[in-house]
């Protein structure tokens, strides 16, 4: 209760927690899984890892997570992007496009 006004409040209000039943330590393991992993991480992964019970759940969680990155009225790239670690899928190896050799 907020002293002074009677009203109930929450320490998740406002957050991506706020109105969720699955527990802070669910929801903490879940946000250094999505951050952790070099290619991201799937919801059925999501779920399987983290033993939860249904899919919509954990898809539910990523999408709260996903939403968090993304800054409105954002600017697209623009100029020089640099890109690390990438290798587009159409090359090989060694580094000719495939069907060429």
């Not at 800054?71 to 069907?99: K, M, Q």
Request: positive net charge; contains cysteine; proline residues 5%.
């Amino acid at each position: 209760m907020r002293p002074g006004c009677g009203n109930r409040t929450s320490v998740t209000a406002g957050a991506i927690f706020d109105r969720t039943r699955t527990p802070l330590t669910v929801w903490f393991t879940a946000c250094w899984l999505f951050a952790a992993g070099k290619d991201g991480i799937s919801a059925l992964s999501l779920q399987r890892t983290l033993e939860i019970g249904s899919y919509q759940t954990a898809w539910a969680m990523l999408h709260r997570l996903r939403s968090v990155l993304v800054r409105p009225g954002r600017e697209r790239l623009a100029g020089i992007v640099d890109v690390e670690n990438c290798r587009p899928r159409f090359l090989r190896l060694n580094g000719y496009p495939r069907g060429t050799i």
